[in-house]
């Protein structure tokens, strides 16, 4: 995480900027450097509220990239890393029974572990980058939101639950889902895989084996892991990678950019996993290492299981999150996992289910992909340099 000092403050007086609307009354984070630069520590009451002077606030696109990457990585390698053997080969009911007393227990000390990017949406950088005087707002400012549905896969279970339920609840509301599967884990059912495939879903790559190692390898053994995905890439005509447990490097996705046209292990707010305070504050696509990064932007379904919230909590948690995203001019992007133990239960499916149906009720949003979000934003890039 980088040692720049930021500062919470609360957006007031927004000027009749529409660009700007989204923003109004919410807290966000500003690093100091920039109030500093823009002398606007004056427009700061002691209450943290900054009243945004009209044509004033000329922030420059070196500070939004400075936010999204102030807390973008995962340097340090957490416990599963670094254990001699795969952590795949502790049973996976034992890992989620310690993960979810850490989580319940975690849940009454927020402050500690989603300090910047705040939990469970934090969307700083982009409040950063509307504030560029002269730039373009966001290409997705204009609706409908694309809203992109992945999985990742961890297991054999994960895809048989895939084909079993969940296609069939994302295909009655006319959704499509991106599906992120293990290369060298377990035997991978290939009928399945082009069942999903041929349905019109999309298939990524999801790290090597899932022993959380690939991101902190020396680089000839990544390139070596990576290179490993090679036959299930052309195969499945695969454009997309999501780290295991969303551990990532600035190496890891040099790297990927030989192999992807774009990462989405970055979440917006990463809360409490893989490490405390982890995200890029930010629901837009960004270019970063020769990569186009797609952000995780909404809670993901193992945090939030983790962590102790019911169905309920969880379903008006997404509600609230896509149509924050929406305002803002992101991408709503979901996890969830089809194993029993995370989303492939009558519960979870049921709270799934409802939140599908909730966006595709809503003219605000519209089923979309990465191959999609990727073709509009170099349509945007390409208008700019004709
Ligand atoms: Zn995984």
């Given at each position: 995480m980088s040692t720049e000092a930021l500062t919470q403050v609360r957006i007031q007086q927004?000027?009749?900027?529409p660009k700007l609307a989204w923003m109004e009354n919410r807290p966000f984070f500003i690093p100091h450097s920039v109030l500093e630069k823009n002398d606007l520590a004056k427009y700061l009451d002691t209450e943290g509220n900054l009243a945004i002077p009209t044509g004033k606030f000329n922030v420059s696109p070196k500070a939004s990239e400075i936010l999204r990457l102030h807390?973008?990585?995962?340097d340090q390698k957490p416990i599963s890393s670094r254990l001699p053997f795969s952590y795949q080969k502790i049973p996976s009911r034992i890992r989620s029974w310690v993960a979810s007393i850490i989580g319940r227990w975690q849940r009454q000390k927020m402050n500690r572990w989603c300090v910047?990017?705040?939990?469970?949406?934090?969307?700083s950088a982009d409040c950063l980058a509307d504030l560029m005087i002269g730039y373009p707002p966001s290409p997705f400012k204009e609706k409908p939101t694309p809203v992109i549905l992945t999985h990742d896969l961890d297991s054999a279970e994960g895809l048989k639950n895939l084909v079993r339920w969940f296609l069939k609840i994302e295909e009655s509301v006319g959704a499509r889902s991106t599906n992120y599967i293990v290369p060298c884990s377990w035997p991978i059912e290939h009928d399945l895989l082009r069942q999903v495939k041929d349905r019109g879903n999309e298939i990524g790559i999801h790290g090597y084996?899932?022993?959380?190692?690939t991101p902190f390898c020396e680089p000839v053994e990544r390139r070596n892991r990576l290179e490993a995905a090679r036959e299930l890439i052309e195969k499945y005509d695969i454009i997309g990678y999501r780290a295991p447990s969303l551990l990532r490097t600035r190496g890891l996705l040099q790297d990927l950019a030989n192999f992807y046209h774009y990462d989405s292990s970055i979440p917006t707010s990463g809360g409490l996993f893989p490490v405390p305070n982890n995200g890029c504050a930010s629901a837009r696509p960004f270019f970063i290492e020769g990569i186009f990064e797609l952000p995780l932007s909404m809670p993901r379904d193992g945090s939030l299981l983790v962590l102790g919230y019911s169905p309920e909590e969880i379903f008006n948690l997404w509600v609230r999150c896509a149509e924050d995203i929406s305002r803002s001019g992101g991408v709503v992007v979901l996890l969830t996992h089809c194993e029993a133990r995370f989303s492939g239960n009558p519960t979870m499916l049921k709270v799934y289910q409802r939140f599908l149906e909730f966006i595709a009720s809503s003219n605000r949003f519209i089923w979309s992909s990465p191959k999609e979000v990727l073709d509009r934003i170099e349509k945007v890039i390409g208008n700019k340099n004709e």
């Open positions: 927004i000027s009749d900027n807390a973008a990585f995962t910047f990017p705040r939990w469970p949406l934090d969307l084996d899932h022993s959380n190692k």
